[in-house]
Each structure stands twice: as C-alpha cells, then as structure tokens.
C-alpha cells in the first residue's frame, strides 16, 4: 500500500528484459535517499507499479518486472537515463498525505495537452481503457505514475478524457511534469469506486434474484416522473 506521496525521482539505469528467473528487470538509480533501511523482497512503487527489490546497494536497486506489468504499465518503454517516481511503501509511523493507492496500474493514458495557468500546468489525459472513465470524478482521487492528485474535469463523451492541475511545488517533485502531449503516464483509478461498483451490482442482481424486475422499474418511472416535474 502507498499514499501517492512521492518520495525521490530516480534515474533508469538499465532494462533487462531477459534477466534470468525474474524475467525483465529493471535497474534504478540517484535514490539513495529511499535506500537507507530497503530490505531484500520490499515494495516499492515505480512509477505507481508495486515491484519488488531483488537487488539493492547505497544508491541503486533493481527490481523484477512480470510480462503483466509490462503489458499494463509504461514500464516497457523506459530507457536508460529516464526518471521515474519513486515511493516505498508506507509505514505505520508516516502521516497519510494522499489517498489509499494499491500500486497496481489499471491502464495507461496519452497526454493530449498540457496549458499553463499562471504557474500551474493544466494536463488533459486520455486513458487507453475509456471505460474506466466512469470512476473517475471531479474532485476525486487518481494516481498518475504513481502520485496522488485531484482530477479536475472529465469529459466521458467528445474528449474521453479527464484533466489535472499541477501546482509549482508539485512539478519540481514528480515526472510528469516535465512529459509532454503524445507521452504515455502509468493510472490507477480510486479503488473505492470500483469496490462500490462491485458492491452494488452485486445488490442490484440479489434484488433481482428475489423480487424480479418489478421494484427496479417502479423505481426507475418514479425517478423519471422526478425529473420531468423538475422540468416543467
């Protein structure tokens, strides 16, 4: 688990796509400051992707990247001398600054725009799944390379696509930042609307599994009886 709190910008040494047992790997330095108490086998977010270390010394790390990852992230594309987002994972001790992020990337998104707003920088993202644009919400959480930020404005029709603001102090602390339209960023929606999501669905078919289609469509003509008063 992971807050979307970046901790250190690392720099991409190497990917290894044939790395043995551990399949592709990925070598990752300038993060001695993440490194100071690192274990072998801990988590630690790249990129907002939950890997694990499989090597590590004062300054530089390596960690094992599955097929899945590399299908569902923008790892594969990574080179020598990119920067990436680092966090570990959080501890009990640590103050929770952003929202609950899993580490695990639901898709990738293309960067469409990016505007300034006196300081700020205005980015519109398209994600490469538009279906999970029904969980993302103005004013709501979403991790973007692995940093928690607040969704802006969404467009589920025209653009299929939804936006955030990055402050100053924001773009000297993250990638993303420095990315431009065309590049691809790693996204992990909120997880409590897809819990939601499942939860009610699984509600909905109990219902219905009980008392049939009945309840639901006087349900429905009462909410469209609502709105047509509201109109008139």
């Known amino acids: 688990m992971f807050t979307g709190i970046v901790e250190a910008i690392g720099t991409i040494k190497e990917l290894i ?5 551990n399949g592709s790997s990925l070598v990752i330095t300038d993060c001695d400051l993440i490194l100071e108490d690192a274990h072998l086998g801990d988590s630690i977010a790249v990129n907002g992707t939950c890997l694990t270390i499989t090597e590590f010394d004062s300054t530089t790390f390596k960690v094992g990247v599955s097929p899945e ?18 966090e570990r994972a959080v501890a009990s001790h640590v ?28 980015f519109w993202f398209k994600p490469k799944d538009p279906s999970l644009l029904r969980f993302i919400v103005e004013k709501g959480f979403i991790a973007i390379d692995g940093a928690s930020l607040t969704v802006i404005d969404v467009d589920d029709n025209d653009k299929q696509a939804f ?24 996204i992990e929606v909120d997880l409590m609307g897809k819990l939601l999501e499942k939860q009610v669905i699984l509600q909905i078919d109990k219902q219905l599994s009980q008392q049939g289609a009945t309840m639901f469509e006087d349900m429905i003509g009462k909410m469209i009886d609502t709105k047509l008063k509201a109109l008139q």
């Open 17 to 21: 796509e044939v790395d043995g047992e």
């Open 69 to 86: 990852s590399l299908r569902r992230t923008n790892l594969g594309l990574l080179k020598s001398g990119d920067k990436v987002n680092l």
């Open 95 to 122: 103050r929770f600054g952003g929202h609950f992020v899993q580490g695990h990337i639901d898709t990738t998104a293309e960067i469409l725009s990016v505007t300034p707003d006196g300081e700020a920088l205005t």
């Open 163 to 186: 936006s955030i603001m990055l402050i100053s102090y924001t773009q000297d602390k993250i990638v993303t930042a420095k990315k431009h339209p065309g590049d691809t960023v790693n």
